[in-house]
């Protein structure tokens, strides 16, 4: 059974700060998305990771993948208010064909202090 | 380009009812997921459509909940009957087929009392 596994839960941080979100998953996959969740809102998608060595940026966040440790990370360079709010990550396991089967990590709600 | 439609946004019922939940996919998307996501957690996939057929629905609790895609757009779930747990959030998905990317609609915010 495919677990996906996101550290921190929760992230306080002062604007200005960097700090990095981890997504650690426990079989192979080509395929890692990240999604925002605002709250009561619905999840809007960030990035899609789709190969060993990935990296895209947009704004303030980067995200990476690597496939042969199974982890991706996302990355915040200079937190601004605006950022606060809950990251998923996801991954499509490689079932050798199975269709866009997508599995979400537990989140990480991030907070950004003034 | 319209999203990903849901319908109701907000449901409240008593545990026992039946309730049920529309999706309306964006145009051309063959993928159709619906998720579960429990306040605090991250969504938990119950059933996923390619086109009407079923692809996986391992985790979707049988024995009470149900799910159909008409002609392979459309999508209602349903849950009969309701119990106290199934409070949660009930978001749609679709993606085109062969490509990753999921958009998800607002939701159907669902408790049960």
């Known amino acids: 059974e495919l677990k996906v596994e996101q550290n921190p839960l929760f992230l306080s941080m002062q604007e200005g700060k960097n700090y990095t979100i981890y997504c650690n998953y426990s079989t192979t996959s080509d395929r890692l998305y990240w999604y925002r969740q605002d709250p009561g809102k619905s999840l809007e998608s960030l990035f899609v990771?789709?190969?060993?060595?990935a990296v895209k940026q947009e704004g303030r966040l980067m995200a990476s993948l690597d496939t042969k440790a199974r982890l991706s990370t996302l990355h915040i360079t200079a937190a601004v208010h605006d950022l606060s709010a809950t990251y998923f990550c996801a991954v499509g396991p490689d079932y050798g064909g199975a269709t866009n089967k997508l599995i979400f990590g537990t989140g990480t709600l991030l907070a950004v202090q003034p | 380009e319209a999203g990903v439609a849901q319908s109701p946004r907000y449901k409240i019922i008593e545990k026992r009812q039946s309730v049920a939940f529309w999706c309306n996919p964006i145009s051309g998307h063959a993928t159709l997921y619906w998720y579960q996501q429990i306040l605090g957690q991250g969504p938990k996939l119950l059933i996923q459509f390619q086109n009407n057929g079923v692809v996986d629905d391992s985790q979707l609790p049988k024995d009470r909940f149900s799910a159909e895609r008409l002609k392979g757009v459309d999508s209602t779930l349903k849950i009969q009957p309701a119990k106290l747990e199934d409070s949660a959030v009930y978001l749609c998905?679709?993606?085109?087929?062969?490509?990753?990317?999921?958009?998800f609609g607002q939701g159907t915010r669902l408790t049960v009392v």
């Open positions: 990771l789709l190969s060993n060595g």
């Open positions: 998905a679709s993606s085109l087929q062969g490509e990753g990317t999921a958009f």
